[in-house]
């Protein structure tokens, strides 16, 4: 767990919510939340008062999974229309944070064909065009958005000229409360204080902690927060974030409320009354927390976490369910109504919810409109259920999408290994579950890390480390049949057969191509390893942590409902000593004890994040057995040492088409797993005692 509570005083500034109609709104942005467009919490009341100002909110978040970014960005591009149309002059567009992750569609940008749209092309730049041209008001910092470092956040937001061409850079101000640029090389100028509370269409390209946009004689305040666990998961340089964790690897939500309340009091102090929070927190938890502990907050958009908040009357894509009401009702720390709204990540859904404003700047909830509020699904069946069609896309995002597309596609040629099952890697499984895609990448690593150390004997890695799955997703005809999970469907255009794995399949899955890291473990520190991937495992959650492990050559088993650092049961490995099952599996732990000696080593291939302290695993410091398989400065997809060709060798050498892979995933059934054994509902433990 990454949080905990403790009192605080909450400062009320009396000129919040106190008679200042006319005077503002502001909109605080800390993570990724969305939102949903059919029946929501509410149902408007005749009776209800009647709103004095109405703002249209309309939110995306998290393109970063993988998903159809190409045909779901030209999408959403009409729907964004159709819904400013409707509310011309009180409208406005955020984002709540990872609007890029490196991976096939990000790389695609540097190819010299995007020359004509991006002036300077270069890798994500893409993706940032695909917003300017969405018309994006501002957004969040996302912890995918550092994934490449400060430098090339510099690359992407900022202006550049390179002889007769140039890069616009981004349209848009980048937000955050709690992330301190000052010591930060590559963004220190862009982050001037100066800044703050500016108009965001001042900002274009710039940083500030909050940002002011009028939108019909009212002024919006715009202020944003991200998860302080980002010194664990990307890399921020000099850049710093509030509040710093403790030894643990926690920090305490007070504290983060604290870091925001600042920001959020400076906008109410200039009168404006009508505040939106964007927080890209990872969990949700953590934002639902937020909207009871701030003052002055109307509507927070979380992010990072891709829960799916939709009401009864939203279009719910196939395959994806439904993880909570849109929107969620929370009442503030000065006793106002506050709303919380998410939405799934790749552009899949556009968030919309139109805000009815009292004359004191609350929100009045009976006035919500379910009818109008929801999560608005960005395929074709979406599309159609309000009139649009493919000529209603905007054409300056079809031009970047449609590059981006050819360029990818030539990658949908190269053919590396077959499968005739479809390969999970959607979150919802990876980081509660084993998952035969998660099962097949660790496999893969071990593979590699024994062609390098024939003494190999076991592999880990998170399941944050899966992008995306490696199949398709088939709705029947007529809509009304269960969705099936397919193999990669075949694609005549580039010579790819059903059950192909192409590189393009590998880049999106494995996005952020993590280098390999040899060290050595004791029985002791396997198990605590083993213990930190499931210390914050909660099965009711919908989805879990991207520390989860997914794992080759050992199998484990724990109870998530014992205390965190006593959960595993047992761990078996499978070849102790790499060099062929001899005597059999090896039992290290059982009945909660080690067989044998605690100071047993295993030799352990895992990622180089990890062994880094990424997700807070509890790796040595120094290990002086340490080898790395990669080249740091020689990353690309034919690199070795890196998951991405690892993976690929792997496909190479264990299958063909007339012998695919076939390892099915279990699905939501976790009761037949054997590599990752939850001991659930009074299931016996089947591993070796």
Not at 69 to 93: G, H, Y
Request: glycine share 12%.
């Amino acid at each position: 767990m990454f949080f905990s509570s403790k009192s605080i005083e909450v400062v009320v500034y009396q000129a919040a919510k106190k008679g200042l109609v006319g005077l503002g709104v502001v909109a605080v942005l800390a993570g990724c939340l969305g939102g949903g467009n059919g029946g929501s919490a509410v149902n408007p009341s005749d009776s209800a008062p009647t709103a004095a100002f109405e703002l249209q909110v309309l939110h995306i978040a998290d393109m970063d999974s993988g998903g159809n970014l190409v045909e779901n960005s030209q999408n959403i591009s009409a729907i964004l229309a159709k819904f400013r149309a409707e509310k011309p002059d009180n409208t406005v567009f955020l984002s709540s944070g990872d609007n890029y992750i490196p991976g096939s569609f990000f790389n695609a940008s540097a190819d010299p064909t995007l020359q004509e749209e991006l002036g300077v092309p270069s890798a994500g730049r893409g993706d940032i065009e695909i917003l300017n041209q969405l018309g994006l008001d501002a957004s969040a910092f996302g912890n995918h958005d550092f994934d490449q470092g400060t430098a090339k956040v510099l690359n992407l937001i900022a202006p550049q000229t390179v002889g007769a061409n140039t890069w616009r850079g981004a349209q848009f101000p980048y937000l955050s409360a709690n992330i301190d640029f000052s010591g930060d090389a590559n963004l220190a100028s862009l982050a001037d204080p100066a800044n703050d509370g500016q108009e965001a269409s001042s900002l274009a390209g710039k940083i500030a902690k909050f940002a002011v946009i009028t939108v019909n004689g009212e002024e919006i305040g715009v202020v944003s927060a991200a998860t302080p666990t980002l010194p664990t998961i990307t890399t921020l340089n000099g850049a710093t974030v509030s509040p710093a964790l403790d030894g643990s690897g926690n920090f305490s939500i007070d504290d983060l409320a604290a870091e925001i309340q600042p920001s959020v009091n400076e906008l109410l102090n200039r009168g404006i009354d009508k505040i939106i929070l964007l927080g890209h927190m990872q969990q949700i938890t953590v934002e639902e927390q937020l909207a009871t502990r701030l003052t002055g907050v109307d509507l927070i958009i979380a992010g990072g976490s891709n829960t799916r908040l939709f009401d009864s009357n939203d279009l719910i894509r196939a395959g994806d369910t439904n993880q909570g009401e849109y929107p969620k009702q929370f009442t503030s720390a000065s006793g106002e109504p506050v709303l919380l709204v998410n939405v799934d990540a790749d552009y899949k859904y556009l968030g919309r919810i139109v805000l009815p404003f009292n004359e004191d700047g609350e929100v009045i909830v009976e006035r919500l409109d379910p009818a109008v509020n929801g999560a608005y699904s960005t395929d074709a069946a979406g599309l159609a259920a309000l009139g649009l069609d493919a000529n209603d896309v905007k054409p300056e995002v079809a031009a970047v999408a449609q590059d981006i597309l050819a360029v990818n596609q030539a990658l949908e040629g190269v053919i590396l290994g077959s499968t005739s099952v479809y390969l999970e890697g959607d979150r919802a499984f990876t980081r509660k579950q084993e998952s035969n895609l998660g099962n097949l990448t660790a496999d893969a690593n071990l593979a590699a890390g024994q062609a390098r150390d024939e003494l190999t004997a076991v592999s880990l890695k998170n399941a944050g480390g899966i992008r995306g799955s490696i199949g398709t997703i088939l709705v029947p005809p007529g809509g009304t049949g269960a969705a099936q999970k397919l193999p990669p469907q075949a694609d005549e255009s580039v010579g790819k057969q059903e059950g192909d794995i192409s590189r393009g399949d590998i880049e999106r899955a494995l996005a952020f191509n993590n280098g390999l890291t040899l060290v050595n473990v004791t029985a002791q520190q396997l198990k605590d390893l083993l213990e930190h991937g499931v210390s914050d495992y909660d099965l009711a959650a919908p989805q879990g942590e991207g520390k989860f492990p997914q794992i080759g050559g050992m199998r484990f088993s724990f109870d998530p409902t014992a205390a965190p650092g006593s959960r595993v049961r047992t761990i078996v490995v499978n070849d102790p000593d790499g060099l062929g099952p001899l005597t059999g599996p090896q039992t290290v732990y059982s009945g909660g004890q080690f067989i044998g000696s605690v100071n047993q080593v295993f030799r352990m291939v895992t990622l180089g994040f990890l062994v880094g302290g990424g997700d807070n695993y509890p790796f040595p410091m120094t290990n002086t057995d340490r080898v790395d398989l990669n080249n740091p400065g020689d990353a690309g997809f034919a690199a070795e040492g890196f998951e991405q060709q690892a993976l690929a060798d792997f496909l190479e050498a264990t299958t063909t088409r007339d012998m695919p892979f076939s390892q099915a995933d279990s699905g939501a059934d976790i009761t037949v797993d054997e590599r990752i054994v939850i001991l659930t509902n009074g299931r016996v433990d089947p591993l070796p005692q």
